[in-house]
């Protein structure tokens, strides 16, 4: 899993993404405590925050025993795993988990919602039924990962390297400038193709870090 980006989102190669249009309100919410100034206490619903998300991916993560978790988003993250101050929410909501679970690689994408908060509940709340097919004794966790096995494990081998992508030559010597032109001559050609763009981004953007190195 080398291959996988923590930010921006890596989305697994072969894995539909939902287009932005059939995105659905996030229905995830948290929960504020307080107390009146009469003394009473209260509990309200309010908007979850990604922060609160990542906590309950995290909290099912460790319950399915899964190891060496990246959470991929277009989000970026401090150290203790919050959200940088400052920045607005991306476009493309999308999230990947990739782990491993009994000696596989395995992976998990939502882009159902229309906030990444949201997504990372849903694969959270995923996970939590996917553990009941095993803790209720009906099946066993790899009969319910069974259906994600006909998809490639991430690997560097089923991603467009960003020379191919980009269309440069393999030997080619590129700059940060080479890599806008042939970016916009290729988005042209692929208008409102969101899955294209976002395959386009990806490399424009590996191609920067690796031309930055």
């Known amino acids: 899993m080398t291959e996988v980006n923590r930010y921006p989102l890596?989305?697994?190669f072969g894995w539909k993404r939902t287009p932005s249009m059939k995105r659905k309100r996030t229905r995830f919410t948290g929960t504020s405590y307080g107390t009146y100034s009469s003394g009473g206490s209260y509990r309200r619903q309010?908007?979850?925050t990604t922060y609160e998300a990542i906590k309950r991916l995290d909290l099912e993560l460790d319950r399915l025993r899964a190891r060496e978790v990246i959470l991929s988003t277009n989000v970026e993250l401090?150290?203790?795993g919050e959200p940088r101050s400052g920045?607005?929410?991306p476009d493309d909501p999308g999230v990947a988990v990739y782990f491993r679970l009994n000696n596989k690689d395995r992976v998990l994408a939502c882009d159902t919602w229309d906030s990444v908060a949201g997504n990372i509940a849903g694969i959270a709340a995923h996970i939590d039924?996917?553990?009941g097919?095993?803790?209720y004794g009906v099946g066993t966790l790899d009969q319910a990962?069974?259906?994600y096995d006909a998809l490639p494990p991430p690997s560097a081998d089923n991603r467009a390297p960003w020379r191919g992508m980009l269309q440069f030559k393999p030997d080619a010597s590129v700059t940060r400038n080479d890599v806008d032109v042939h970016y916009r001559m290729l988005a042209k050609q692929a208008g409102t193709d969101e899955g294209a763009l976002l395959q386009l981004n990806l490399a424009r953007e590996a191609a920067y870090k690796e031309i930055s190195a």
């Open 129 to 131: 039924c996917i553990r």
């Open 87 to 89: 920045r607005r929410a």
């Open 46 to 48: 309010r908007e979850l």
């Open 78 to 80: 401090t150290s203790r």
């Open 10 to 12: 890596s989305w697994p």
């Open 145 to 147: 990962f069974a259906g």
């Open 133 to 135: 097919i095993d803790r």
